[in-house]
């Protein structure tokens, strides 16, 4: 019986951290934390109020290697800046893909949000996130 146990304790940890890669039911990874739409959350606040330079620093490196922040913030504040201020946001949908590749193995989320701003009734705003260092970055976000 001490054999079991002792077998079971070592087949568990290896079994589990496959699993706590791999998206829950929901959608929501369990391996990273924040999940992908606690950190669209976290980054919409911010453009939210306003703040398109942190919003840009926060962004994933290969965004921000690709976008100068000039032009970056400028469309922003163009776009999301011209809908006012955030009424209401819900989460419409999460959307996970792993990414495997010869150099490389990660996960891409694009979480959608049933969105209304002062100035528009009904949008759907989409952020699209990717795993970098064991945390989620946001790579780009949408207003349809």
């Keep these: 019986m001490k054999w079991l146990f002792l077998a079971a304790l070592l087949i568990a ?24 739409d606690d950190r669209a959350k976290q980054w919409l606040t911010l453009v ?22 000039g032009p970056w913030e400028g469309r922003m504040m163009t776009n999301r800046g011209s809908l006012g201020a955030m009424a209401s946001r819900n989460i419409k949908d999460i959307n996970m893909t792993r990414l495997r590749s010869g150099m490389s193995d990660g996960q891409t989320a694009i979480v959608r949000f049933d969105s209304s701003f002062a100035k528009r009734a009904a949008a ?8 970098e260092k ?11």
């Design 13 to 36: 940890p290896p079994a589990l951290a496959q699993l706590s890669t791999e998206a829950t039911p929901s959608g929501k990874s369990s391996s990273m934390s924040p999940s992908p």
């Design 48 to 69: 939210d109020d306003k703040n398109y330079g942190d919003a840009y620093t926060q962004m994933s490196a290969a965004t921000r290697a690709k976008t100068p922040e």
């Design 134 to 144: 064991g945390a989620w970055s946001v790579v780009s976000y949408s207003i349809n």
């Design 124 to 131: 759907v705003e989409s952020v699209t996130l990717v795993s």
